[in-house]
Every structure is written in C-alpha cells, then in structure tokens.
C-alpha cells in the first residue's frame, strides 16, 4: 500500500486548506483512514479519521468545527479540509490507513498499518 498526500502549504491564519491523499496498492474500502500531524517539539496526534464506509469519524477537539474528513471510495482518496486555520495548526500532516472494517476508526496511531511521507502546514499570524 502506498499513500501519497498533496496540497500542504503555507498560508495567513483564518485561511483554509484542502489536503488529500492518494490511496494505491490495495482494496481502499478495507481500510479505515486518518489523518495525523505533528508539530515541531511536539507528539504525534490524530487530527481526524473515518471508518472504512464513512459512516463514523473521529474528530480531534481543538479542530471540531474547522476541519472534516471526507473519502472517495470510487477514486480511493481520502481529504481533508481545514477551515479557519492558525498558527497551532501548523504541523506535518499524515495520511495513514488501518487495515479493517471496523465500525468507528481507531484512535491509536499504533493500529494504523500504512504512513505517507507526509505534507507541511505553515500557518503565519
């Protein structure tokens, strides 16, 4: 399996953003999806997922609102649009896939069985 994440870049804060990320190498719609960041000096964090029909979602308190998670099992594709952007989300986003269909998405970065090389935030004040 092979994830591929586009569209970071850097932008003034209240801007919005749309990342995606290309799913290849495997049946997409057997896998649960989610989107990770990390932020210089700080953890790993899941930011939002989606079970593997989109019917459940986990989505990071500090972005609820802002952010949502969508999927495209036709084109296997995975976005994630970012709304009302600031300087905390600044970060290197990740894509990444849990092999299951589980009813709700996992929350442990250590259940998520694929990474993609990841994509670069920067969000300026």
């Known amino acids: 399996v092979q994830l591929v994440e586009s569209g970071g870049e850097s932008l003034q804060a209240g801007g919005s953003l749309r990342l995606s990320c290309a799913f290849s190498?495997?049946?997409?719609?057997?896998?649960?999806m989610g989107w990770f960041r990390r932020a210089p000096g700080k953890e790993r964090e899941l930011v939002c997922a989606?079970?593997?029909?989109?019917?459940?979602?986990y989505v990071l308190d500090s972005v609820k609102g802002r952010f949502i998670i969508s999927r495209d099992n036709a084109k296997n594709t995975v976005a994630l649009q970012m709304n009302r952007l600031n300087v905390d989300d600044t970060a290197v986003y990740y894509c990444?896939?849990?092999?299951?269909?589980?009813?709700?998405?996992?929350?442990?970065?250590?259940?998520?069985?694929?990474w993609g090389q990841g994509t670069q935030v920067t969000v300026s004040s």
């Open positions: 190498g495997g049946t997409f719609r057997n896998y649960c």
């Open positions: 989606m079970n593997w029909v989109g019917s459940s979602t």
């Open positions: 990444s896939a849990d092999l299951g269909t589980y009813r709700r998405p996992s929350v442990r970065g250590s259940d998520y069985d694929y």
